[in-house]
């Protein structure tokens, strides 16, 4: 008998031997450094028996094991190349020990086999599995490669294709995929698991099964022919490069090391995937990617908490106003079970709403995600009214109506004496005030913001917003609301522009001072994308709609007048004189319209750049002198520094709640894991020596107090105490 802390090991009678894993103090097998220790005193255990005649592996928990310990990744990669090979060969030697004791090995699967979970498997000889199996490789998601065997076994037990197919795609199987490719040897029902692993174990012992031909299989190289090995690994590097894009570097690394390794024998092989999981863990989309699974999942368990402390559950919604916002809260909610009422002034809206509900859910049922004959049932959780009856019988409203402050308040008003007294109130407003809007409320405390983003159904975050007499009880409802919708909840306090807007009309006035030193928007965009975001500023505008842009700006200039000037006389302002509205219009920076075989076209419109080429500042070729970097940097610079004011001020909590609101409610580009990493990426002495770079460009282009202290003490935003929450005490840096 063996006991650890997380794994244990029992010898019966008949020396069959049973390997349990039952991490403590984790809901879920992780391999973090403890564990692995524990595995190789565990199989020295095993080593030195004389009298088992074979060995089983399972969990005592409902999944067997979800990987590495990602919260190890950061403090283990930023220790350079030795640290990391280390961690790569303590697993090595483990897994390359079990494939090797002087019995068979069986693994008994359940639930979750992920990473390292997956890799220690696939050195087992057989693979029984029950039918909640999902299990992958999912290592290039998160920047680094399978460092752990998985690209050398994994082809060596499924062929080429199939390794490639999950390693490069990242994704999880299930139990019935996974069989019909070979990767596990049996399905069976969550019951009958151990008996039918065990069953298997007693086969190999008796000599039934050919275990040891397949241990053989898996350290010998690949069998193959050559002229095809090299036709099928050009194609699909080309494919894995083209789907990846050049800022997610792993995919295709994993593709070339099993190309590079397949006529190697293990270890050799071995070799080579160390080497480049050393060279991908020291990428910055390693460090991004690693980094924005720990603040998911420290966002995740907040709002969790939050969500528990509220007085009461949700059982029935409702939303005010069926236009895009309205519509698709309605859509989300109904989706996700929870029965809404959708009120809005005319019969023509309501029917507008629920045709987009109608539409959403077809697109579901075409991917595959819905059955058809669930349709109807999800659009009857969805209650269309012109009147505000049943209001009383609801937990939670989201007003979605017009963003008019005079309309909102007035519908606000309204509703609150329909609804009980208890219920939550909220609006989906993107930018009037929270406490503006509650004056005229009789129970403030139970207000607060619940900012989604468009399109509803497919943006996951939503800024809860806290006015100054909103309790914590209407917070706790809001959060735990958002979060039965499937999204990400981030509570934020209220200003102009809560958190999001606010940083990002900054960037766009960025954005209108290159146009008028005369960048064009075209190259603008051209860059930001290339630099990572899904879509240039002037696309995004054009999306955002530039009547909604020119107000907001409005309302961000009169809440911080020294930083974000009106746009009166701006170029967006001029575009929309001449009723470009942007993609609404299908005429804004860009003229948008569909070709002959119907797909969309965006071209870039005359009518925008003579308009613009009236606000130059002169007629100067300034584009010729700004380089790339500085597009960036002038694009980036006042999105930070805001961004730094918010948590200076503690409109958000802190820096991974920041990063992941950008993330998940912009589209930042993953694999620089936020503003504040891509900072701490290139370093705060780089940012700030840009910044002064640029400071006659305007407030916006100052760095913050916090930058500076960052700067004199060397510190950086991730190792600086506004990672942890901010209590709002003191300025202070590690
Ligand atoms: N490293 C560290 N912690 C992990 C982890 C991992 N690989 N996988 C799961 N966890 C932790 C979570 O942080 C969470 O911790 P908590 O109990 O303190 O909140 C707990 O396990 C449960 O995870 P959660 O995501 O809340 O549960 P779920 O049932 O929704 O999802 C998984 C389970 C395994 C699918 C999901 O956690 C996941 O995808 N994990 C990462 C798997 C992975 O990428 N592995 C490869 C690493 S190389």
Not at 42 to 64: H, P, T, Y
Not at 159 to 178: L, M
């Amino acid at each position: 008998m063996y006991t650890g802390e997380n794994i244990g090991i029992t010898v019966s009678d008949n020396g069959i031997a049973e390997l349990t894993f039952d991490v403590q103090n984790s809901r879920v097998n992780i391999f973090n450094a403890q564990t692995v220790d524990e595995l190789s005193r565990a199989i020295e255990f095993l080593e030195s028996q004389s009298n088992i005649k074979g060995l089983l592996i399972g969990s005592a928990k409902a999944a067997f094991i979800a990987g590495a310990d990602i919260n190890e990744f950061a403090p283990i990669f930023s220790q350079g190349p030795d640290k990391i090979l280390e961690l790569l060969q303590k697993s090595n030697s483990n897994f390359n020990r079990i494939e090797s004791l002087p019995f068979p090995v069986v693994a008994a699967i359940n639930g979750f086999a992920l990473g390292g979970g997956c890799e220690m498997v696939l050195a087992c000889d057989y693979r029984m599995v029950s039918e909640d199996l999902r299990i992958g490789l999912p290592e290039t998601r998160l920047g680094i490669i399978p460092g752990w065997g998985g690209t050398v076994r994994l082809p060596r037990i499924a062929g080429i294709e199939t390794a490639v197919e999950w390693i490069a795609s990242g994704k999880e199987y299930s139990a019935t995929q996974a069989l019909k490719v070979g990767v596990v040897d049996g399905v069976t029902s969550v019951n009958q698991l151990n008996s039918s692993a065990m069953d298997v174990l007693q086969q190999c012992i008796d000599n039934k099964l050919p275990y040891l031909s397949r241990r053989q299989q898996k350290q010998s190289p690949l069998r193959h022919n050559d002229i095809e090995k090299n036709m099928a690994f050009m194609t699909c590097k080309a494919m894995v490069g083209a789907q990846a894009g050049q800022h997610y570097p792993a995919p295709l690394t994993a593709v070339t090391v099993i190309e590079k390794a397949a006529d190697l024998h293990r270890d050799k092989a071995l070799l080579i995937e160390s080497e480049a999981f050393v060279e991908m863990a020291q990428t910055q989309a390693a460090l991004s990617l690693s980094g924005i699974f720990v603040n998911d999942q420290q966002l995740m368990k907040k709002a969790k908490q939050l969500a528990k402390e509220a007085n009461s559950s949700i059982s029935k919604a409702a939303v005010l106003g069926a236009g895009i916002m309205g519509g698709g809260v309605a859509y989300q909610s109904a989706l996700k079970n929870i029965p809404i009422k959708l009120k809005d002034v005319q019969q023509a809206g309501l029917d507008l709403g629920l045709s987009e509900a109608n539409k959403l859910l077809n697109k579901r049922v075409k991917r595959g995600r819905l059955d058809s004959e669930n349709i109807g049932e999800v659009l009857n959780r969805i209650e269309p009214s012109l009147e505000y009856s049943g209001f009383d019988k609801v937990d939670i409203v989201v007003e979605a109506v017009v963003e008019k402050s005079e309309v909102k308040t007035a519908v606000l008003k309204e509703v609150e004496e329909k609804i009980h007294p208890e219920a939550i109130l909220t609006s989906n407003t993107s930018t009037i005030s929270i406490d503006f809007l509650a004056q005229s409320l009789q129970r403030p405390e139970n207000f607060c913001g619940m900012h989604f983003f468009n399109p509803v159904h497919a943006m996951p975050l939503v800024e809860v917003i806290r006015g100054d007499k909103t309790s914590d009880n209407a917070i706790a409802t809001t959060v735990a609301y958002a979060v039965a919708l499937g999204k990400k909840a981030i509570v934020v306090k209220d200003c102009p522009g809560f958190l999001v807007n606010r940083v990002l009309f900054p960037y766009f006035a960025g954005f209108s001072l290159l146009l008028c030193d005369g960048v064009s928007f075209e190259r603008i965009d051209k860059v930001m994308e290339k630099w990572g975001w899904p879509m240039g500023p002037a696309h995004l505008l054009d999306v955002v709609g530039l009547d909604t842009a020119v107000h907001a700006s409005g309302v961000m200039a009169d809440g911080f007048p020294e930083r974000m000037p009106r746009e009166n006389s701006s170029v967006i302002q001029a575009l929309l004189d001449a009723q470009r509205l942007g993609q609404k219009n299908q005429k804004g920076f860009y003229d948008y319209g569909t070709d002959k075989k119907g797909k969309p076209t965006k071209t870039v419109s005359d009518e925008a750049l003579e308009i613009i080429q009236l606000h130059r500042n002169d007629d100067n070729t300034e584009e010729n002198r700004c380089s790339e970097e500085e597009i960036v940097f002038r694009m980036m610079i006042p999105m930070a520094t805001e961004l730094s004011r918010c948590l200076e001020e503690n409109i958000v909590d802190n820096v991974a709640e920041a990063d992941m609101a950008l993330l998940y409610g912009l589209g930042f580009p993953p694999f620089r894991g936020g503003v504040f990493r891509w900072i701490d990426d290139i370093g705060i002495e780089c940012f700030c020596s840009m910044a002064e770079q640029f400071q006659h460009l305007g407030e916006s282009y100052r760095t913050t107090d916090t930058m500076k202290q960052l700067r004199n003490t060397g510190a950086s935003y991730y190792s600086s105490s506004f990672t942890q929450s901010n209590d709002g005490g003191d300025l202070y840096v590690n």
